[in-house]
């Protein structure tokens, strides 16, 4: 089961495309988060569906779990 419609989960991801090097625990501003994940997830791809599909990969700690506890339409966003 995935937290994601299908149309983001089957969104391929490129070869030449690197996760950003930030995580996100709660703790640091989140609006420094969210301005810095944008933009390094926008030097390699402008799909939506990337920024969605990686998004997950930076939280840490309780911003994870809160994040893996969402439930929406059966499970997924």
């Given at each position: 089961m995935?937290?994601?419609?299908?149309?983001?989960?089957?969104t391929?991801?490129?070869?030449?495309?690197?996760a950003?090097?930030?995580?996100?625990?709660?703790v640091t501003?989140?609006n420094?988060?969210?301005?810095?994940?944008?933009?390094?997830?926008?030097?390699?791809s402008?799909?939506n569906?990337?920024?969605?599909?990686?998004?997950?990969?930076m939280?840490?700690?309780?911003?994870?779990?809160?994040f893996?506890?969402l439930?929406?339409f059966g499970?997924t966003i």
């Open positions: 995935h937290h994601f419609i299908d149309g983001i989960t089957e391929p991801i490129s070869k030449q495309w690197k950003p090097t930030i995580t996100y625990d709660g501003d989140l420094e988060f969210l301005s810095i994940y944008t933009n390094q997830i926008s030097l390699y402008t799909d569906a990337i920024l969605c599909k990686a998004f997950f990969t939280l840490r700690c309780l911003t994870l779990e809160w893996m506890s439930t929406q499970g």
